[in-house]
């Protein structure tokens, strides 16, 4: 079915980085926020500077997790620990939530500067699962989810959206825990066995393993295929319009008639 097994069938992607080009955003966001939290604890305590990268931090600690878990990880990794804060913590507080606000903060104004551009390979790939009748559905840690899919056009192309606002209201652990993932196929009411995980993030073909589905396509936005197979890709692609099938030679042309 549209590139992948023929007992798939229902379709639930992920959103930063599958459907829209909001990842590298997200990730510059993240090293905006937290190069400005380690050059004030190098100035603090006298240390050295080490900058957040923002391709092999992102993609091991940050990408595809809930917020503040992404928080969390990469100041474990830097053995940082911050007290948690409350989320009325103003932006770049001294705590895991006040440096969460100042990420969520700044990918909001980015995105208001920039706007949101689909993929247009995805658009194609789901418009195509709409026209057969197939579910779909968006399963995204962002609590911004929605207004992501608006701003890009394509909120109307899903049956079910479970996002950071639903999980948190159900209490689903994010990626890379299978919850939210699970959570959609039940939606649909199908089989995880019958169901492809479309992903970018580490965390996220490892919430597709962990799951049990039926296909996990690892979206290749940053030449990490390895990466994606190794943490539970079992199909990797660069974009989704490699999986849409050749339409084949063109049916040869009609001689023109001409007129008696
Ligand atoms: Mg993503």
Known sequence: MLGLPDDIRAFLFDLDGVLTQTATVH???????????????????????TPFDAVADYDAYVDGRPR????????????????EGTDTDPPGTRTVQGISRAKNDTVLRMIREQGVAPYRGSVDYVRRLRALGLPTA?????????DVLRAAGIEGYFDVIVDGLVATRDGLPGKPAPDTYLAAARALGVEPAHAAVFEDALAGVASGRAGGFGAVVGVDRVGQAAELRRDGATVVVQDLAELIPDPGPQAPGKPEETPA
Do not use: H, M, Q, Y
Not at 36 to 45: D, G, P, Q, W, Y
Not at 138 to 146: E, G, K, L
């Open 27 to 49: 990730a510059a966001a993240w090293k905006d926020t937290f190069d400005n939290f380690l050059r004030a604890e190098a100035a603090r305590t006298g240390g050295p500077f």
């Open 68 to 83: 503040l878990d992404g928080t969390r990880a990469f100041l474990d990794s830097r053995g940082i620990e911050l007290p």
């Open 138 to 146: 968006v399963v995204s840690s962002s609590a911004n989810c929605r």
